[in-house]
């Protein structure tokens, strides 16, 4: 799937919070993908949660897997660890860059960094791990 | 702080989504805390989202902390390792149980097992670091 | 499987370092693991090393798995996420304290707490996931 | 400290295992460190065991930072979380690629890429945490 497919699958699929995100980049590397920081996404202090960056981190690696093996529905989150290492910049959109370091047929297993937009060093890291079901 | 302190503590630093929350229980063991599943919550299919869940496990901990520690502004996650072992019951509200296992001077760390209400078998479960500034 | 059970599984299948390990229980709630402490297993100082307690974790879980489902080879670990909370107490022997939360046909998931033998505080905590093969 | 510092460090204060490893590369972007396998790390099949690769992270991760911030005794690992994807290739030396995401003045946070040596894809993947001691 490409730029265009994800962005249709987030639409349809995911319809409550796809006017969050937003889809830069797909392609053999993985997935760039856009958190538009809005209210809802911000902690007291005006940087964005930890949650949201959590959803961030989630959305982007399920695309990258899908961009990897096509339209795969009930694809899940079996594991997940984040760090967070530095607060994100206030009033700034957020960029996941998620990759796939094992697509495999049971458990895809990789990799996402978010970065303040426009900032070099990473806000937070997240190792993930999905389950993919049985075709 | 007990279960009233900590819920005025809610609902004064955290009022976009202190009213998705209730102190159930707060004592030496530890924080029970509730999420009010609500559509917000939900993914398709009608079950609470992993980042809801993770936003659970992430307030749930700063809360077991706090009741250790007395109210400290400004304490952050730096690491969460969540596995999610089981999909939530549809329509019900989760159950965090939450407690802090070093309550040290820079770092607090602990352990939070999540329940769909009235189910035993656990649908997530999660280790916390915090931060905790200098005072 | 039982304490004896496991014990002999632990002397054919690991004898490379099955004399490091004693099971000390094996019942409906999970695994007791002792690590007897030696030499190679220290760091600069005279406690046991991150990586000594790393395969303490590890081995406890397997053998909870083992005791639920029965003798399972080629189980392998898939994600391990250990904090290291406390110095072990130097000169002591390492009690681990393994649980399968969910036996699942495809991954087992659990948790492990490790103590200084004798001290109420535990020193480190490991959330652990394997893979369980096809049968 | 580059390539040679580090190793010398490793020879002084690591002797038990010094033998194990080599320092390959010590620059601004991190450390790559080679796991000499040995009998001792291997598992039954043949292939490098996790605790002896959750080893290979840990040391591999410890001199990333000194390479960064100098000779700091008493770092100590505080997470690691950690990713096994494939199975090494047996007969094989790892290669670890390690980097500083954060060289904070308390917390430094960083990840570590495992490969059996000739492999493009990596076997394990792990996110640490060092406590840096006060100065």
Redesign the interface.
């Known amino acids: 799937m490409d730029r265009a497919a994800l962005t249709a699958f987030l639409a349809r ?2 319809s ?1 919070v796809a006017g969050d995100f937003a889809v830069e980049r797909a392609d053999e590397a993985g997935v760039t993908l856009r958190l538009r920081a809005g209210e ?1 996404h911000l902690r ?1 202090g005006g940087t964005v ?4 960056m ?2 961030l981190a ?1 959305v982007a690696f399920y695309l990258a897997i899908l961009s990897r093996i096509g339209p795969v529905a009930l694809a ?12 994100p910049a206030a009033g700034c959109d957020l960029l996941a860059e998620a990759r796939v ?2 697509p ?1 047929r ?2 895809a ?1 990789g ?1 996402v960094m978010i970065f303040s937009e426009g900032q070099p ?2 806000v937070a ?1 997240a ?1 993930m ?1 999905y ?1 993919i079901p049985p075709r």
């Open positions: 699929d995911f409550q809802q007291p949660s930890g949650p949201a959590f959803a989630d899940v989150t079996t594991n997940a660890s984040i760090d967070f290492m530095r607060k370091l094992k495999g049971v458990l297993v990799d060093e990473p890291r190792g791990t389950s």
